[in-house]
């Protein structure tokens, strides 16, 4: 279970259909009804720039599990937010915006530059221990302090004496961040505030330049997590220091026996080839239809009467929405992504599906005239893994996609875009807290989650105490979440088809030296395949029976 509370927050879950049909009329009207799916494990954030008063709101989902005196929550800032601005978002206003605003497929032919200037800073600033004191107040259930110091370690103490639970791996980070002259916003539960009233918080910060503090993400981020960044402003915007990117029209399949498009798996195929980091915009255009159905809407209840009220109060000062998306694996948040001003034109969120040999691609399902889609084309394994397809026995067997990781990778059961279970390849650099570390220095060494863990034919690696797998060479990782308990499993299986030897050949990037590793990995000498070059003939059996990645590796904890 992730005990750290993650820098931009899990989304919820929304449930809704596929459309099959141009542009279809909503069954019921509003904005809480006919919504289509979302990347339920997203990760949000909204910007809304205002660049007459020079000034820009963030909104920012915070997803946490774990007991409430465990919750920390510590953004980095480039100015101290706008007195007054300090506030909480109804969730399901940022829900509901997400599934209204997402890009379809149809049938047919954080913080801000440190150098931005403005902005009304709070009058009161105490001094306490070389702490600065801007903010400290009370938010919804928070217990909020903004703070500043030149010294990480002074800063470090601060929260802790004042109870704000910073973990021993955030404090690299702090003190990255304080080397740049940052500010830093910090949140806590409120003692007789419970987990489930967190909530989406918001700011208002001096300067026009949004950028997302990425970098102390990757403390607890999930593989190939997606996260949507919505723009509001006068008109679109884009990434400025990530490239921004487009999906191929080939690259898109639609599965006509589940009724789903692959969208998320080809926006994080896209980014890897880009190297891990880059925007797609999903949508750009007018906010007036979105104001409109929203003026429409008739709320069946007080939550959706105040999300309504919510977003109004939101988009109607700004005419333009620009939404982007990404997926990134904790190893490619090396940098915070800034976002810009952008001369391009608009973006539908319509998208249409790919033609084969002139026929349009929706017909080409119902019978045995092409290869049904294959559940690779739906998955993610991340920069650091393959996909391959693995037969499922019993009755009505099928293919699900499993992930074969490379040396210094390590397979780790997560949540699909669909909610469904997914695997997806680790660096195993990217673990903060193992076994035998302490989260605080006066607290108890932590165990080993992986104590009692099967892998099958595979070794248990505890990834931020969570389990992992890392396979024999020649096999892939399966995943599987229990529906009652949220327990997650990982089995090593043999794939339908062999995978190539020279797969195992690649290797993960070298980290960048200013950014700290939870542990370190020196990379040894191959053990020799018995299968010969190129692609295996003989499937897993054709590997020697070590776990070729695990041998290849000699794990040392992070040298302080």
């Known amino acids: 279970m992730n005990r750290m509370g993650t820098l931009l927050g899990c989304a919820a879950a929304i449930a809704g259909g596929v459309l099959l049909a141009p542009r279809p009329a909503e069954a019921c009207g509003g904005f809480f009804c006919g919504q289509q799916p979302v990347d339920q494990s997203a990760e949000r954030v909204v910007f809304a720039v205002d660049q007459e008063a020079n000034q820009t709101t963030m909104i920012v989902q915070i997803a946490f599990q774990g007991n409430a005196a465990d919750f920390a929550w510590v953004v980095p800032l480039g100015s101290v937010p706008v007195e007054g601005s300090l506030d909480t ?22 913080c801000f530059d440190a150098a931005a200037e403005g902005g009304s800073p709070p009058s009161s600033r105490d001094d306490d221990g070389g702490v600065t004191v ?31 639970r910073v973990t021993t791996p955030m404090e690299p980070y702090i003190a990255e961040y304080t080397s740049e002259g940052l500010k830093f916003l910090a949140l806590r539960l409120q003692p007789d505030r419970k987990v489930n009233e967190i909530a989406p918080f918001r ?46 029209d080939d690259y898109l399949v639609f599965d006509w026996a589940t009724y789903r498009h692959n969208w998320t798996a080809a926006v994080a195929r896209v980014v890897d080839e880009a190297g891990g980091q880059g925007w797609v915009t999903e949508s750009a255009g007018t906010t007036a239809d979105y104001v409109r159905t929203l003026e429409n809407t008739s709320p069946a209840d007080e939550d959706q009467a105040e999300a ?41 969120r319509w998208r249409e599906l790919p033609t084969r040999d002139g026929v349009m691609e929706c017909w080409w399902g119902g019978d045995d005239s092409r290869d049904a889609a294959s559940p690779c084309d739906f998955a993610a394994c991340g920069a650091g893994g393959r996909c391959a397809e693995v037969e499922t026995g019993g009755t009505g067997a099928g293919r699900i996609a499993g992930c074969a990781c490379v040396p210094g990778a390590t397979a780790r059961t997560t949540v699909a875009p669909d909610g469904s279970a997914t695997v997806a390849c680790q660096d195993m ?25 099967d892998c099958g034919a595979g070794t248990c690696v505890a990834m931020n105490m969570t389990p992992t797998c890392v396979c024999d060479a020649g096999l ?85």
């Open 308 to 348: 309504v009220t919510a977003l109004l109060e939101l988009m109607r000062p700004y005419p333009y929405m620009s939404r982007l998306y990404t997926r990134l694996s904790a190893e490619e948040m090396i940098s915070d992504p800034i976002f810009r001003r952008s001369a391009g034109g608009d973006v539908p």
């Open 89 to 110: 978002f109804p969730q399901l206003a940022l829900s509901a915006l997400d599934a209204n605003t997402g890009p379809q497929i149809w049938q047919g032919g954080g």
């Open 476 to 560: 892939v990782a399966i995943g599987s979440i229990d529906a009652e308990t949220g327990t997650r499993s990982t089995s090593c299986v043999a794939p339908r088809r062999p995978i190539p030897a020279r797969f195992y050949d690649q290797r993960l990037p070298e980290r960048p030296l200013e950014l700290p590793s939870g542990r370190d990995i020196e990379m040894l000498p191959q053990p020799t395949l018995t299968g010969g070059g190129g692609c295996a003939a003989g499937g897993a059996g054709s590997y020697s029976g070590l776990a070729l990645a695990l041998a290849a590796l000699v794990m040392r904890r992070r040298r302080d």
């Open 203 to 248: 700011m208002t910060l001096p300067g026009t330049s949004p950028v997302l503090p990425l970098r102390m993400t990757a403390l607890a981020a999930e593989p190939e997590m997606g996260i949507v960044t919505f723009v509001l402003g006068q008109q679109r915007y884009e990434g400025a220091n990530w490239p921004n990117l487009e999906v191929p």
């Open 134 to 164: 801007h903010v400290r107040e009370e938010v919804g259930p928070y217990d909020v302090a903004v703070i500043e110091s030149e010294d990480p370690n002074a800063l470090v103490l601060w929260l802790r004496e004042n109870g704000f």
């Open 429 to 453: 650099r990217m673990s903060f807290l193992n076994p035998g570390d302490r989260e605080t220095p006066d607290a108890t060494p932590l165990p080993d989650p992986c104590v009692g863990f």
